[in-house]
C-alpha cells in the first residue's frame, strides 16, 4: 500500500516537475517574443541602408545588427571548423587506440578543461594575442581567429567526450560484425563504428555548436567591438549577436533600444536554430553516405 | 567420402588476464563436417570459437599458448604464428555470433560489405556472389524485390539467415557459428538448421549450442567443453 502511495506521489512530482518545465520555457520564449516582436524587421538588421546593396557588400551598416549576425556566423563555421578535427581524432583515439593509463590521464584534463571558466579562456586567449603581436607580427592583436581558436579550446572537451563516449557504448555485436568480415580496425572504424555513432558524436558537435554562438566571456576578451562591420578578415575585429545584446542591455538609452537588444536575442535564438538544424542536415547526409559508400 | 582434417588443435590454453579460460585444449575437425560444442555457461565456448579466427587479439590482457593449425586454400596455416593475412584468414574462416547483427544499411549494402571491403569492385560479380550467398541462405526469394530496403526491418530469423549469408558471399572454408539459433523462435531455428546441414558440401562448421536435440539433428560430433578442457561426448 505504501509503495503504491510512494509511486504514485514520484509520478505526480515528476509530471508536476515537467509541467514546470514547459511552463518556464514557455513563459521564457513569450516573454521574448513579446519584447523582440515589435522591434524584428528589416530596420533593426540593416538599419536604413537598402539589404540587397549590404547583401552584395556595396553598403556597409552603421545602425542594425547585420555585421553583428555574420561575425557570429563567422565565428561558429571559424570555431567549429578547428575544434571538430581535432575532438573527433582524439575521441576516436581515445575509444579504440589509447591504452587505460592514457584515457584516464586525458580523461582527467578533458574534464579539467571543460571545467575552466570562459572567462579564463578568454584571458588565455588575450594573452596569446599579445604574444603573437609582440613576437611575430604587429597585425596580430585580439581579432576573430584568436576568438575562434579561444571558442575551439572552450568546446573541444564535449567533442572529445561526445565522440568517446558514442564510440565506447556501441555494442560488441557492431563492434565485432566487420571484424569477423576481414575488415582491418581502421575500416572498421571508418565503416561501422563512426557511422553507427555519429548521432551522439553530432550531438557534442551541436552543443559545441550553442556553445559557440552563445559564449559572451571568452569573445569579450580577444577580439568583439562595438562597432566593427563585417570582418573582412581572419585578423579583423567584429561584431557578434551576443556581444550587442550584452551591450545594448548595459547602455541603452531609451525603451526602443532596449527592444532591439530582445529583437537581436531572437535572432540569435534564430541563428541557433539554422546552425543546429544544419548540423543535423549535415549528420542525416554524412551517415546516409558513409553508410552506403562501404 | 574420406574426410580430411580441416583445424588441428593441440595444447591450446587461453587467459583473460590472469584467469584461465581455456586449458590444454586437443582437438581434430574434419572438412565437410559439423562438430557441436556444447557446455555449461562460462566454461569458454565463445571463446574456444574466437581462437580460429582470432577474434581476441583486440581484448586487452587475452593471451593464447599451444598450437592451432588449420588448411585453408590447401595449405596448412598457423593463425597464432600471424602466417596469414587477418583479413583473409577472418574472410576464409567466418563467423555467426547469436544475436543477428546486420549492419543498418540495405540488405544489398550489407552483402555488398565483405565484397567491398576484400577489394571486389566489379558489380556483376558483386551481383552474382550476393544472389548466390541469398540462395543458399533460402533468402533469395524472400528479398529479391527489396534489396535496397533497411536490412534491419528484416524479421529475426531472416536477419540470421542476411548475416549467414553475408559470411558466405566470402566463400569461407570454416564457419563458426556461435549459438546461430538462440535468439530464434522454433521455426526460424529448424530452417536454419536446415540450411547449416546444407552448408557442409561446401565448409567445415563449428556450432556452438546449448541444445542437445539440435545438436544430435545436425552434428556429425559432439564435443564437450568442461572444466576448461574439450572432450567428445
Not at chain 1, 274 to 281: E, I, Q, R, V
Request: with cysteine; glycine share 8%; proline share 4%.
Amino acid at each position: 500500500m505504501m509503495h503504491a502511495v510512494a509511486e504514485k506521489a514520484v509520478v505526480v512530482f515528476s509530471w508536476a516537475m515537467t509541467i514546470v518545465l514547459c511552463l518556464c520555457v514557455s513563459i521564457f520564449l513569450g516573454y521574448l517574443l513579446i519584447r523582440g516582436l515589435p522591434s524584428l524587421g528589416r530596420e533593426l538588421i540593416f538599419g536604413a541602408e537598402d539589404p540587397l546593396r549590404v547583401l552584395l557588400g556595396r553598403a556597409r551598416v552603421f545602425d542594425g545588427i547585420f555585421p553583428a549576425i555574420m561575425g557570429t556566423l563567422f565565428l561558429v563555421i571559424l570555431s567549429a571548423s578547428l575544434a571538430v578535427p581535432v575532438g573527433v581524432c582524439s575521441g576516436i583515439y581515445l575509444a579504440e587506440y589509447a591504452g587505460a593509463g592514457m584515457k584516464k590521464f586525458s580523461g582527467l584534463l578533458f574534464d579539467i578543461l571543460a571545467g575552466i571558466p570562459s572567462i579564463v579562456i578568454g584571458l588565455f586567449g588575450f594573452s596569446l594575442a599579445v604574444f603573437l603581436h609582440n613576437h611575430l607580427d604587429d597585425r596580430f592583436g585580439p581579432c576573430l581567429l584568436i576568438s575562434s581558436l579561444s571558442l575551439a579550446v572552450l568546446v573541444l572537451p564535449y567533442i572529445v567526450r561526445s565522440t568517446q563516449t558514442s564510440l565506447e557504448e556501441l555494442p560488441d555485436g557492431i563492434r565485432r560484425t566487420a571484424i569477423a568480415l576481414g575488415a582491418n580496425k581502421l575500416q572498421n572504424i571508418a565503416y561501422v563504428l563512426i557511422p553507427n555513432a555519429l548521432s551522439g558524436i553530432s550531438s557534442g558537435i551541436i552543443l559545441a555548436i550553442g556553445r559557440c554562438a552563445e559564449d559572451t566571456a571568452v569573445i569579450l576578451l580577444t577580439g568583439v567591438v562595438a562597432v566593427a562591420g563585417v570582418p573582412s578578415s581572419l585578423l579583423s575585429q567584429y561584431e557578434a549577436l551576443p556581444f550587442y545584446i550584452y551591450y545594448i542591455s548595459n547602455q541603452y538609452t531609451n525603451p526602443g533600444e532596449l527592444s532591439g537588444g530582445y529583437g537581436a536575442c531572437l535572432i540569435l535564438l534564430g541563428v541557433c536554430a539554422f546552425l543546429f538544424m544544419s548540423a543535423y542536415g549535415v549528420k542525416k547526409h554524412l551517415s546516409h553516405r558513409t553508410l552506403y559508400r562501404a | 567420402m574420406e574426410t580430411k582434417d580441416k583445424i588441428i588443435v593441440k595444447g591450446v590454453s587461453f587467459f583473460y588476464g590472469r584467469n584461465r579460460v581455456l586449458e590444454n585444449i586437443h582437438a581434430i575437425f574434419s572438412e565437410h563436417t559439423i562438430t557441436a560444442i556444447t557446455g555449461p555457461s562460462g566454461q569458454g565456448k565463445s571463446t574456444l570459437l574466437g581462437l580460429f579466427n582470432r577474434m581476441w587479439d583486440d581484448v586487452p590482457g587475452a593471451r593464447c599458448t599451444g598450437e592451432i593449425r588449420i588448411r585453408l586454400v590447401d595449405r596448412w596455416v598457423s593463425p597464432m604464428k600471424n602466417d596469414i593475412p587477418m583479413p583473409l584468414l577472418r574472410r576464409k574462416v567466418a563467423m555467426i555470433f547469436q544475436e543477428p547483427n546486420p549492419l543498418p544499411m540495405s540488405i544489398a549494402g550489407n552483402m555488398a560489405f565483405p565484397l567491398k571491403l576484400a577489394g571486389v569492385r566489379d558489380k556483376s560479380i558483386i551481383e552474382e556472389k550476393v544472389q548466390k550467398a541469398l540462395a543458399q541462405a533460402f533468402l533469395w526469394e524472400e528479398v529479391k524485390d527489396r534489396m535496397e530496403k533497411s536490412a534491419l526491418d528484416l524479421s529475426g530469423g531472416q536477419k540470421q539467415r542476411l548475416c549467414i549469408a553475408r559470411a558466405l558471399v566470402l566463400e569461407p572454408e570454416v564457419l563458426l557459428c556461435d549459438e546461430p539459433t538462440s535468439s530464434l523462435d522454433s521455426k526460424a531455428a529448424g530452417i536454419i538448421e536446415d540450411f547449416l546441414v546444407g552448408l557442409k558440401t561446401s565448409c567445415t562448421l563449428l556450432v556452438v549450442s546449448h541444445y542437445m536435440e539440435q545438436m544430435r539433428r545436425i552434428a556429425d560430433k559432439v564435443m564437450a567443453l568442461q572444466d576448461h578442457g574439450l572432450s567428445q561426448i
